[in-house]
């Protein structure tokens, strides 16, 4: 496999873990790929990836609370789709554009 593939396959796991399950697997596969890659470019998939997961988890919990006044029901449905929506389209980017990560737009950075 060439560093290209690699970098192309590690890039999309590092995105594709998101759809797994709302879970700490979904964050252990960029976690993993973030300390054992030393390719800058999946390195910053793996961070953006995990950034992603932390400020979906973030909101859904705002959102779960919100549920008591009821509405947080359409803001949590809401953050499903787009949590779902989101790791595709990062997955065709970052499998697309091999020299720079991808970067979801709208999320907070806790990992630069």
Known sequence: MTDLEQRKLYSVLCHGSQLICYSLVSVAVPIVLLLISDDPI????????INFYLTVLIWGMIFLVLCFVLIGIPLLIGLVIVSTIMPIIAMVKSATNLERPYRYPCIWHFIE
């Open 42 to 49: 999946v390195q910053g998939n793996a961070k953006e990836a």
